[in-house]
């Protein structure tokens, strides 16, 4: 194989396995040692900077990062990375003055935001910085979009969230609430030098064709819209006995918010099973924990009316049966069908977009599934004016990656209002790469790896929990227990970087690294031959192997990236400092910072 | 701040035939210098005793002083071992090889411990065939005293310090070769591909195995001058063949061209594989071995490799005629007979 090019900032990101699986990349290690360290404030805008809202993520986040976590692969939890940045954001002190400082030098250009959710705010955050007038729309009295109307409080408090959208809307923002965008066509007209669609994913999907679904509607909610309906105090109580249809996050979140308005029977029908269910398992687990038993395999067949009024749901029984490429079908098992009692029905089986408030005129060209295309690295629409982000973009996915793509679009928006290309000139990431050598055995990180299992985040007793919707069930890490678990981060972006021409070959680092993760051995063209030659065969090809050039006895290192603790022995064990242990930063570049 | 080691080890780690993975052949955190050639031969034995499936407790560790003797904390952690007096490590292995003949005795020791004030005991050692392997670490210099010339130290050799050797060295296999040693090999710490199936062999061979194995030391005889550096030795390293050793009824899985390859039968039919052979050399005759060690030497260059090998050894228990079982085992009844046993013993004389 060639040599790695460790000059290309990608190779290292991706060693950061937890960073890397951010879809915004925040530099997470970077912010698990400030919290070890007690600098909540630092690691609170280490994250503040890359992903927006380390509060509502601390506490809602869908985590890509934690099943891509080393530790999980070493040990058998990965850390939870995701609780630890809600310390951040428990324990900061004043972070205000730490953040750009409105009023802003006004640049003269006009940007329109539809939406009120996390793409948009992105956008806004880091568009304001530069200068521009920034007008944000959204139908609901307050911002935040889906954060607020489909986060229940009990996960989510209503003050974090006012805290993180307020930091955004203090950057001079000019906000319209209460104010549905009905035309695309009208806003562009105003003058907008750019127009940014965030406008979700705001449609739930209903069961229209189940038998009794007219008749049985005003006890049948669609998930999405209830759960609103309860954010905004529309709503306040619920039946006894409730039936939630659908096996996502949504569901889990109308089942238990339905515990707290009143249902007392309340049942989660999911049709596959429940391995395959879409909802995440921590959300599944909180779920069970109050008490919500979770039926699968049951296909909904009708609503039952009685004199009127909805009295339950019948389900067919299936079992899941997988071809050879592992396509899943849901086959009926034969046995009669299931009859489950219910005073109110809700379906959250999924959302989907639409725009009915975007002329088809405009040149903004649509697909045959009816969304607008966007380019993927620019979030451009096919109108010159019009940008996507979230929801809008692709499809309903996560809070996380609407944040990214609010990056991304800012950047677009920036540039075609500097008239630069949107593609050539995107700018690169700020890295950098420094020696954390203090001395022989001396790291300026903490590189003493000891086995110790993730720790459980303590939640509310469910007495209390469950009499109100407003009360947090996750009490979140105390000081003594978040630096425990953050001691657990193996610190994967303190990179083991080689010099091949120090090497003298003694062999020292392959003897001590615990993990047997360096080889010298001859080189060979064929990478699946030489993963088979390493000192334990390097099976997991998602993971890089670092190659050298050629070393003197014609062999070459090469290590595999895949279990390195980065415990720097190999680096401590080398007589020529042939290895160090670097630490990597990497930074997505946002709008305000070019 | 780290002077232990992770816990972790690789998930897929395989087991051996004894069901253990390498790391329960593990000893201690090194507290060697970073780069010190005896902390490759460590893990090489490590290696060796996980691939022969050794039970770590048929095992005993014995040395003396030095770098070298302080080796044996560092591999084997769940074998037996003694650190004994400077240069007295034979002694020892004799005594505890005559009490217990089914352990695998590794005499672990330096150029110190073994060409100075141990070199009495050495030579009695290797005549008479003591069952060990006894592996010296030789690096040409204390360095345990910050670096003096040793008596390995070759002729003309420049110390760190820039002085220049005046004395003669002793060249420790061809003694043990004089001296009768029945399997002699020298070898190089940074070359595991040569030195992991010469312990192997070691192990397997039934009477005195010798290994000298060049290690630099990085911090004290590294230096340029030196002719025992990390890049001294890689210039003028001169293998008499590449080796592999195959266990009893193993599968060959290798085919070597006729002619330039060999093959050495043990006692329990496994075999050393010699392939690239140097010219007129014969692993099997021990003036063939003594030539090619002068040679190498008039070349300027260090012969490595298995030098000779003699798999119909008889060692110092067969020569003695001691009973088949270990001696520690015997109990009063074995050792004290009757007095019938007496009589009829007194009686067989009249």
């Known amino acids: 194989m060639e040599p790695t090019d460790i000059n290309n900032p990608e190779y290292f990101h991706k060693v950061v396995d937890c960073q890397y699986a951010c879809p915004s990349h925040t530099p997470v290690p970077e912010y698990i040692r400030l919290i070890a360290q007690g600098k909540y404030t630092e690691a609170y805008m280490v994250n503040w900077d890359s992903n927006v809202f380390p509060g509502v993520l601390g506490r809602t986040c869908d985590r890509p990062c934690e099943p891509a976590c080393r530790r999980g692969r070493v040990e058998e939890e990965p850390v939870a990375i995701c609780r630890l940045k809600r310390v951040a954001a428990d324990h900061k002190s004043e972070v205000k003055n730490l953040m750009p400082q409105a009023p802003f030098t006004p640049n003269g250009k006009k940007v329109a935001l539809v939406g009120g959710g996390p793409a948009s705010l992105t956008v806004a955050r880091d568009l304001a910085p530069q200068g521009y007038e920034i007008h944000l729309y959204d139908e609901q009295s307050k911002g935040g979009g889906f954060m607020r109307s489909q986060i229940p409080a009990f996960r989510l408090p209503e003050e974090v969230l006012d805290e993180e959208v307020g930091y955004i809307l203090n950057l001079g923002i000019h906000s319209h609430f209460n104010h549905y965008v009905d035309s695309l066509k009208e806003l562009i007209n105003k003058g907008y030098d750019a127009v940014f669609v965030g406008s979700g994913a705001p449609k739930g999907k209903d069961l229209a064709n189940l038998p009794g679904r007219k008749e049985g509607a005003s006890n049948i909610h669609i998930g999405i819209n209830w759960l609103a309906s309860v954010a905004f105090e529309h709503t306040k109580s619920i039946g006894k006995r409730v039936i939630v249809l659908g096996g996502g996050n949504t569901a889990m979140d109308c089942c238990r918010t339905a515990r707290r308005l009143g249902g007392e029977q309340v049942k989660v029908v999911v049709r596959s099973p429940y391995a395959d269910m879409k909802a995440s398992p921590w959300e599944k687990e909180d779920a069970i924990h109050e008490d919500i038993p979770i039926i699968d395999n049951h296909v909904p067949v009708s609503f039952v009316i009685e004199q009127g009024k909805l009295c339950g749901m019948t389900f067919e029984k299936v079992k899941a049966v997988y071809d050879d490429k592992g396509n899943r079908k849901l086959v009926p098992t034969g046995e009669a069908p299931a009859f489950i009692e219910a005073d109110d029905v809700i379906i959250a089986i999924g959302q989907e977009n639409s725009f009915p408030w975007i002329e088809r005129d405009l040149g903004l060209e649509f697909n045959d599934r009816g969304m607008p295309v966007v380019n993927e690295v620019t979030f451009a629409s096919t109108h010159s004016k019009v940008f996507f982000g979230g929801d809008a973009a692709f499809g309903p996915k996560n809070i996380i990656t609407s944040v990214a793509q609010g990056h991304q679009a800012a950047i677009s928006i920036h540039l075609k209002c500097t008239n630069r290309d949107m593609v050539k000139d995107r700018p690169s990431p700020f890295v950098n790469l420094v020696s954390q050598k203090m001395g022989i055995h001396e790291w300026s990180y903490d590189n003493d790896i000891w086995t110790d299992h993730r720790y459980v985040v303590p939640q509310a007793d469910k007495s209390l929990t469950l009499k109100s919707i407003k009360k947090e069930v996750e009490l979140g890490f105390d000081e003594q227990v978040a630096f425990k678990e953050a001691q657990r981060c193996l610190n994967c972006d303190v990179q083991t970087v080689f010099d091949k021409d120090k090497c003298i070959e003694c062999d020292a680092c392959v003897d001590i690294c615990p993990t047997s993760c360096i080889t010298f051995t001859p080189n060979n063209d064929d990478e699946s031959i030489l993963r088979g030659l390493l000192k334990v065969p390097a099976n997991n090809t998602d993971q890089s192997l670092y190659v050298s050039g050629q070393l003197p006895t014609t062999k070459v290192m090469i290590k595999d990236e895949n279990v390195c603790l980065h415990c720097g022995l190999c680096a401590e064990r080398c007589p020529t400092s042939a290895w160090d242990m670097k630490q990597f930063f990497y930074s997505v570049t946002k709008a305000h910072q070019f | ?350």
Request: glycine share 8%; hydrophobic share 35%.
């Open chain 2, 1 to 350: 701040m780290t002077y232990l080691r992770p816990k972790f080890r690789h998930p897929e780690l395989e087991k051996n035939k004894l069901g253990y993975t390498i790391n329960y052949y593990e000893g201690a955190l090194s507290t060697l210098c970073a780069g010190c050639g005896h902390d490759s031969i460590s893990a090489a034995v490590v290696q060796a005793c996980y691939e022969m499936n050794i039970e770590p407790h048929r095992v005993a560790k014995l040395s003396g002083i030095g770098c070298s003797s302080k080796t044996p904390t560092y591999f084997l952690s769940n074998s037996h071992g003694f650190n004994s007096v400077h240069g007295r490590m034979p002694s020892v292995a004799t005594g505890a090889n005559l009490a217990n003949k089914e352990l695998i005795y590794f005499g672990m020791s330096g150029d110190g411990d073994s060409a100075s004030i141990g070199m009495g005991q050495f030579v009695h050692a290797v005549r008479r065939n003591l069952r060990m392997i006894y592996i010296v670490m030789n690096n040409g210099c204390y360095g345990l005293t910050k670096g003096q010339d040793s008596a390995t130290a070759d002729k003309g050799s420049i110390s760190k310090a820039g002085s220049n050797n005046r004395f003669e060295a002793i060249d420790m296999a061809a003694l043990a070769l004089e001296l009768g040693a029945d399997f002699v090999a020298q070898s190089f710490s940074g070359d595991k591909t040569q030195l992991i199936p010469l312990i192997k062999a070691a192990i397997n061979h039934k009477g005195f195995a010798f290994i000298n194995v060049i290690s630099p030391c990085v911090t004290f005889n590294n230096n340029v001058g030196s002719t025992k550096s990390y890049d001294y030795v890689r210039q003028h390293v001169d293998a008499t063949a590449t080796i592999d050793y195959v266990p009893p009824a193993a599968e060959i899985r290798t085919s070597y061209n006729e002619g330039s390859s060999k093959r050495v039968t043990m006692h329990d039919g496994s075999y050393i594989q010699l392939h690239k052979l140097e010219n007129s050399w014969d692993p099997q005759s021990r003036q063939s071995a003594m030539n090619a060690i002068h040679e190498a030497r008039n070349r300027n260059e260090i012969l490595t490799g298995l030098l000779y090998l003699n798999s119909q050894t008889e060692d110092l228990h067969h020569t003695l005629n001691t009973v088949s079982q270990p001696l520690n085992t015997l109990n009063e009844t074995d050792l004290c007979p009757s007095a019938e046993a007496l009589n009829s013993i007194n009686n067989s004389f009249r």
